[in-house]
């Protein structure tokens, strides 16, 4: 699916009007089906093939594997990866460019990594951006899950200030978008693998 087709335009102004009013935002069909399914099996592929690395905590020389507080396997994302990814990189860059012209962010970078927690890991309550560090400004996932059931678990649990926490299924092609040093959030354990590709958009 294109990002320029009428429902990915809808759901571009939906994005647009819930982190001016809200600070955060959740689309369903984010994605076509077919490409969730494509990076759903390349993620599977790059673990069978022992490319993804349990992820740390911290940054630099303090970082530190600690899987009492987070236990996700992760894979950074490059163009030129596979066709599935380059696909999805572009529909990110050009969702930058519309978060750009409509909030004046100053967006000028995308990272984004695949992560897959086995079933009973989780991610305890954090926020995305660093005390000391204000690149990260809106922090995403994109989820790549079928036939996701409540009784599965793995909710996205955010904490927006003054208002009760939500809770968010993993549900295949849907996309949560937030601004990273606002709303803590915590990942928690499911029943069942649990894939995504996790990201943020960056200034410089």
């Known amino acids: 699916m294109s990002i320029s087709s009428p429902l990915m335009q809808q759901i571009n102004h939906s994005i647009i009007d819930d982190l001016a009013e809200h600070g955060w935002s959740h689309q369903r069909d984010f ?6 399914l494509a990076l759903a099996a390349q993620c599977r592929a790059n673990a069978a093939a022992g490319n993804l690395i349990a992820a740390g905590v911290g940054r630099g020389t ?45 967006l000028e970078e995308v990272e984004c990594h695949f992560a897959l927690y086995p079933p009973g890991a989780f991610y305890q ?13 809106v922090s995403m996932v994109i989820y790549l899950n ?5 009784e599965h678990g793995g909710a996205l649990r955010l904490y927006p200030e003054g208002e009760p926490e939500r809770d968010i299924l993993p549900l295949g092609a849907s ?3 937030f601004l990273s040093a606002a709303l803590p959030h915590e990942v928690l354990a499911a029943t069942r693998e649990r894939l995504s590709l996790t990201g943020w958009f960056r200034r410089r």
């Not at 994605?31 to 969730?36: A, F, I, Q, R």
């Not at 899987?67 to 396997?73: K, L, P, S, T, W």
């Not at 990814?85 to 990110?92: A, M, N, P, S, Y």
């Open 62 to 106: 303090e970082r530190t594997v600690q899987q009492g507080i987070r236990g996700d396997h992760i894979q950074w994302l490059e163009a030129g990866q596979s066709d599935p990814t380059d696909q999805f990189l572009q529909i990110i860059e050009q969702l930058r460019c519309r978060l750009n012209q409509e909030l004046y962010l100053g």
């Open 31 to 36: 994605l076509s089906p077919e490409l969730t």
């Open 125 to 137: 309550k954090h926020v995305d951006r660093f005390h000391d560090d204000d690149h990260r400004v």
């Open 146 to 150: 079928q036939d996701w059931l409540p």
């Open 175 to 177: 996309l949560v978008l």
